[in-house]
């Protein structure tokens, strides 16, 4: 079932994230970022083709029998922007992210976040359609991120800039609760659990699993449970 894209929704998400008593991370060691949810709309079916080159873009990385790492078929309804970063990036290529970066001098969080939404998937949106921020979550690669909540207000026009994204995905919310999700792994390298969120034919792991955990948990369903502890596979740590 597909979620609504609507005002009831605008305000379940407005009013969940600001009873919650928000975790806040200081750490001067550790540089300071933003990314953005970016709540719109999207139509059922619409994503049939994975528009990115998937099969260069999974050259060499191992797979879970059963995925391909397509997205595909998780449109429908009420979505999040998800983007597959370009290859060439120095840090963190051809994974799974939510637009955002490094907060520049003198920024907010939020003016961070609404600035990576324009810079990477080429959407201007004000501060108003700020529903409120999630927990900060301390990555193993020495930043600390801030994850703010944005409603887009509709479908919106996305152009995503080609030296940074190879595609911008609309993902519906309802794929957030699959009953095969969240999905958690041990590894020898940290007693904490390892999340997993598993989307179309891929699985995404933490950070930007445990920021969608959390909108799920929290933004659609209520619940406080924290998602800081929860560990990045190794190859995030980088």
């Not at 619409?46 to 060499?60: K, L, S, T």
């Not at 529903?131 to 690669?141: A, I, N």
């Not at 969120?197 to 969608?212: K, R």
Request: glycine share 8%.
């Amino acid at each position: 079932m597909t979620i609504t894209y609507d005002e009831a929704l605008r305000d379940r998400l407005r009013a969940n994230l600001a009873a919650h008593d928000r975790r806040t991370v200081t750490d001067p060691t550790k540089r300071h970022a933003a990314v953005a949810v970016v709540l719109v709309d999207s139509e059922l079916g619409e994503d049939r083709v994975d528009p990115a080159p998937v099969d260069d873009w999974i050259a060499g990385r191992p797979m879970e029998a059963g995925l391909d790492g397509r997205m595909v078929g998780v449109s429908g309804g009420a979505a999040f922007l998800l983007c597959r970063r370009a290859s060439r990036l120095s840090a963190h290529s051809a994974q799974w992210a939510l637009p955002g970066g490094r907060i520049d001098p003198g920024e907010t969080p939020i003016e961070a976040a609404l600035r990576e939404t324009d810079e990477e998937v080429g959407v201007r949106l004000p501060e108003s359609a700020v529903l409120g921020l999630l927990d900060d979550y301390s990555t193993r690669s020495g930043y600390v991120i801030t994850p703010v909540v944005v409603w887009g207000g509709g479908r919106l026009e996305l152009r995503p800039s080609p030296a940074e994204v190879v595609a911008v995905y609309r993902i519906g919310l309802h794929q957030l609760q699959r009953e095969d999700s969240p999905r958690f792994i041990t590894i020898p390298e940290s007693p904490r659990p390892v999340v997993q969120i598993p989307l179309g034919n891929d699985l995404i792991h933490a950070p930007t699993g445990a920021v969608l955990l959390q909108l799920r948990w929290l933004g659609l369903e209520g619940r406080a449970d924290r998602v800081d502890e929860l560990e990045q596979p190794v190859f995030a740590w980088r």
